[in-house]
């Protein structure tokens, strides 16, 4: 069974810090995305990496996938309240299967 | 909107009922998700549609539950005779589904249907 492990499970920080969300597994996946989850509503998508050692940005948000493709990382620079949620990475899993294995998530709490 | 929809957004019903949830994918998606997602957890794969193909289910989707997609569109979930742990966000995906990539689809997900049985 692949698990995806996601750490700090929360987080609360003031308006202006750096903070670095982690998302660990035993497995290689074939692909990692990442999402932002508010109450009540479904998961919105933010990135998606295939590449293992890929690296995006998105505005103040970079995302890494590790080199074996077992980890990837969500950085957030000068983080402000409106990133306030719950960070969920899911990883794509081997061998024809479609599903995506999700993490428990990081529940991130910017205050002003 | 051009984004997944859901409805309703939330349901709530008494043990034993049976409910049906439905689900529009973005209209050029030809694959389709369900997922189940409780308090504290991240969401949980249940199973996918190749355009009306069934292809893949969890042993989380018991006999008690059944989805279908009849003309490769719309999608349904139903759950007879419901019971208080089939109490959950369910979320609906859907991805392009291009042939040939070498890794699992980008998933774009819908607000979610809030089922509680009391």
């Known amino acids: 069974t692949q698990l995806l492990e996601q750490s700090p499970q929360f987080l609360s920080i003031q308006e202006g810090e750096n903070l670095t969300v982690y998302c660990n597994s035993s497995?290689?996946?074939?692909?990692l995305q990442w999402y932002r989850q508010e109450p009540g509503e479904g998961p919105v998508l933010l990135v998606t990496?295939?590449?293992?050692?890929e690296v995006k940005k998105l505005k103040r948000l970079t995302f890494q996938f590790g080199d074996a493709r077992k980890d990837s990382s969500l950085h957030i620079t000068a983080a402000q309240p409106g990133d306030t949620g719950l960070y969920l990475c899911?990883?794509?899993?081997?061998?024809?299967?479609?599903?995506?294995?999700f993490g428990k998530g990081t529940k991130l709490t910017v205050n002003p | 909107d051009t984004g997944v929809s859901q409805d309703p957004r939330h349901k709530i019903t008494k043990r034993g009922q049976n409910v049906t949830f439905r689900c529009d994918p973005i209209?050029?998606?030809?694959?389709l998700y369900w997922y189940r997602q409780t308090l504290g957890q991240g969401p949980e794969f249940l199973t996918y549609?190749?355009?009306?193909?069934?292809?893949?289910k969890s042993r989380l989707l018991s006999d008690r539950f059944s989805a279908e997609r009849p003309k490769g569109s719309f999608s349904t979930l139903e759950i007879q005779r419901t019971e208080q742990g089939d109490s959950a966000m369910y979320l609906c995906?859907?991805?392009?589904?291009?042939?040939?990539?070498?890794?699992?689809?980008?998933?774009?997900f819908g607000p979610g249907t809030r089922l509680t049985v009391l």
């Open positions: 995906a859907s991805s392009l589904g291009t042939s040939g990539q070498r890794h699992t689809d980008t998933q774009y």
């Open positions: 497995s290689v996946f074939s692909s």
């Open positions: 990496v295939v590449t293992g050692g």
């Open positions: 899911a990883g794509g899993t081997q061998g024809g299967s479609e599903k995506l294995v």
């Open positions: 209209s050029e998606h030809n694959r």
């Open positions: 549609f190749q355009n009306e193909a069934q292809l893949e």
